[in-house]
């Protein structure tokens, strides 16, 4: 089943299972692909579990509001994402960021 948003590149993200437990992603990132596994917590809070064999992969834009926490780990290789016109993170293998 695809995911249902106005933005083109969600044509490339289709759910792979949903239950009460988790809901599973795939996204077809054109050089690769990425698995993200998402559990929800409590209302409010979700885990993601993001795999992703791929050199670049755009990212949905249905980033939350003001009031969110981030922590991303690179286990390895590296993760590049951009947070608005000038702000970018940068992470190798073991390094750790939160943002908020």
Request: proline content about 4%; aromatic content about 14%.
């Amino acid at each position: 089943m695809k995911l249902e948003c106005e933005q083109p590149y969600c044509n490339y993200i289709e759910v792979l299972q949903r239950d009460a437990e988790k809901t599973i992603y795939r996204m077809n990132c054109g050089d690769g692909d990425g698995i993200m596994v998402c559990y929800p917590v409590f209302d409010g809070v979700e885990i993601y579990y993001n795999d992703f064999q791929a050199f670049r992969c755009s990212e949905p834009g249905n980033r939350p509001g003001s009031n969110f926490l981030e922590i991303n780990h690179c286990r390895k290789g590296r993760y590049e994402c951009c947070f608005g016109k000038n702000h970018f993170a940068y992470l190798s293998e073991g390094d750790l960021a939160i943002t908020g």
